[in-house]
Every structure is written in structure tokens, then in C-alpha cells.
């Protein structure tokens, strides 16, 4: 079955960094675009930044551009998310998820992983 499973959430001061992981299984990891979304408390979900499948294009929110990084290897099923910069507003329920070939929505999503950014 499809599985995204997201490790690396944890607290940090404002100003560190994190990286995030989505080990993927269940499908043809390489031909699906893959994103990172976040839902802080009382807010509704929103994207943070996606990758194609190849890892050609990327795109990002522009609350995040110049401090997150995505990145993914396709050898390992595996996408990543570079936070740098964190600041408290970053705090949020962080999900991967995948949009398959010529699908207009995300199909699959992972379970969550907290972020906790301190002052």
C-alpha cells in the first residue's frame, strides 16, 4: 500500500534549521510530483513548496522562498525539506504528499510531522 512517511520535526530556536524527510513506498515514486504543506493550529493547511518529478522545477511559497529548500532522490523514494532561518510563524504540522503524472491534486499524504519553532 502507499505509504509517506515524514521524519525530522522537532523544537528549534528561531534562526536554526531543520530537515525534513518523506521516505515514499507503494508507488512509482519517480514519476510523481512531490510537495510539502503545513497546518499551523486554527489555520487551514497551505503549500509550502513542491518538486517535479525529476527534480527540475520547484516552487515555493513566498512566505518560505530563500530559507526552505526541497530536494529529492529518487535512487531512495526519499524528498526532503531544508529549513534554514526558522522563525515562530514557521510552527505547523508539516505533510508530504504526491500528485501523480498529469493529476491536478496531491493523491497521497503522509501523517505529519510537528514543528515547533521557539523564540
Not at 52 to 57: C, W
Amino acid at each position: 500500500q502507499v505509504q509517506l512517511v515524514e521524519s525530522g520535526g522537532g523544537l528549534v530556536q528561531a534562526g536554526g534549521s531543520l530537515r525534513l524527510s518523506c521516505a515514499a513506498s507503494g508507488f512509482t515514486f519517480g514519476t510523481y510530483a512531490m510537495g510539502w504543506f503545513r497546518q499551523a493550529p486554527g489555520k487551514e493547511r497551505e503549500f509550502v513548496t513542491g518538486i517535479s518529478s525529476s527534480g527540475g522545477v520547484t516552487n515555493y511559497a513566498d512566505s518560505v522562498k530563500g530559507r526552505f529548500t526541497i530536494s529529492r532522490d529518487n535512487a531512495k523514494k526519499t524528498v526532503y525539506l531544508q529549513m534554514n532561518s526558522l522563525k515562530p510563524e514557521d510552527t505547523a504540522v508539516y505533510y508530504c504528499a504526491a500528485r501523480g503524472p498529469h493529476a491536478g491534486t496531491y493523491a497521497y499524504w503522509g501523517q505529519g510531522t510537528q514543528v515547533t519553532v521557539s523564540i
